[in-house]
């Protein structure tokens, strides 16, 4: 029975989660083709990869499941309306754009697998901007091209781990291609994008800034190896990017991860045919077969999250909480930014939050702009700090980093941010 499970492993996984980013890229593109189509595909290849990942994943694996399962259950109990299909298919979208990009490693791996890092506190500082900006444009591919470059001939370190979130998370303030701004602007009616932007924007670099400083000083960064940000290494994130904003301009309808996964899937073999020939199609047939089971730990994190997610929403609706809210100004804001990252670093996703608070508070008159600008914050800040964010389940997953040593590392940087967030709102609301 074993080998059978180790054949049926061998053989399908990779097909199977090649079929699922395919599917995934359709329901982005018609809305009609079904989303449980994609993560119906990823749960088949997490059962045949189960057994592929390491102790503590699997137990946050069971624990997201045993939570998740438990909100549907009072659900079904509560006769509220429990949406299976979307519990299995919740992160199908973000899944197949990590699968995706994980092909750009056939085309931007360096011709000298020991080719030296830049070392020291400027490649710190370099890398820090590099995927803040390359995030706020292509997302969490950034994070991925970024990482296995650092990690291509070394395990990724904590500290080059800390670089990557911050930097990363940072864009949730202001980035337009975020979902961060989408969930935003739809759950507060009648912001406005150009406002809150403006005011995320200054919140992130001085965010960065603070954070370079603290990961630099006392010599701190003496032996960190940074990402070479010289145009060899960026002029494929470029392309991308460019490309991205092109057809996100033309197609604005097409979700944004979508577009990056059918990017990816394209760009890297047409690269591979114009240099390889029919070689790059093996080269392609293989990553397939062998390179995206490798993302197993990514796999079964992201599924099971999304059970807990819709978990967690289906048990909220069956609660039926109902608020009195008089008055929301920068005070009120400021506990609702405290609540939501605190929601966050239990593992209530962002989203969930957002669509609780907006929910309430939106048909109540508020300033949409205050509310969105705090939506905003409290997921950046939250996604830097709860191990159960997308982001952290990436690095966990891909570059086998302890969640209670990220935890630790930015725990002090949200209480920082948390301080910068209440001084941006309460100089919006003007108190």
Known sequence: ???????????????LLFLMVLFSILHGLQAGFPAYAAGGLGWLAALLLATAINMVQRIQVIAMLLVGGGGLLWGLLAATPVPVTKALSANQAMLAMLASVSFLRLITQPAVCDEALPQGGRP??????????????????????IGDRLSANRPLTPQQACVLSRGFAMAACWSPFFAAMGIALSNAPGAQL?????????????????????????????????????????????????????????WPA????TLISALSLTVT??????????????????????GLPRMSGELLLFLAAGVLATGITTAIQASQLVVDVQRFAAAEAGLLLLAMVAASVIGIHPVISI?????????????????????????????????FSGLHLTIQGRYHINALSLLRLNAGFALVMLGISLLALYLYAGG
């Open 1 to 15: 029975m074993n080998r059978l499970h180790t054949w049926a492993a061998e053989r399908l996984a990779g097909p």
């Open 124 to 145: 710190l500082w370099r890398t820090l901007f590099g995927v803040h900006f390359l995030g706020a444009v292509i997302n969490m591919s950034s994070i991925v091209i």
């Open 194 to 250: 150009t406002t809150l932007s403006t005011v995320g924007f200054p919140v992130a670099m001085l965010g960065l800034l603070l954070s370079g400083w603290e990961l630099t000083r006392n010599g701190r960064a003496d032996g960190f190896h940074g990402y070479p940000m010289q145009f060899s290494a960026l002029w494929l994130p470029g392309l991308l990017a460019l490309l991205l904003m092109l057809l996100h301009q033309a």
């Open 254 to 257: 097409i979700p944004i991860l």
């Open 269 to 290: 073999l047409l690269l591979l045919l114009l240099r390889h020939g029919r070689a790059g199609f093996s080269a392609y047939h293989q990553h397939i077969r062998v």
């Open 355 to 387: 669509a609780t608070a907006g929910g309430i508070l939106a048909p109540l008159g508020v300033d949409p702009n205050l509310l969105g600008i705090t939506f905003l914050l409290s997921w950046a800040i939250g996604v830097s700090t709860t191990p």
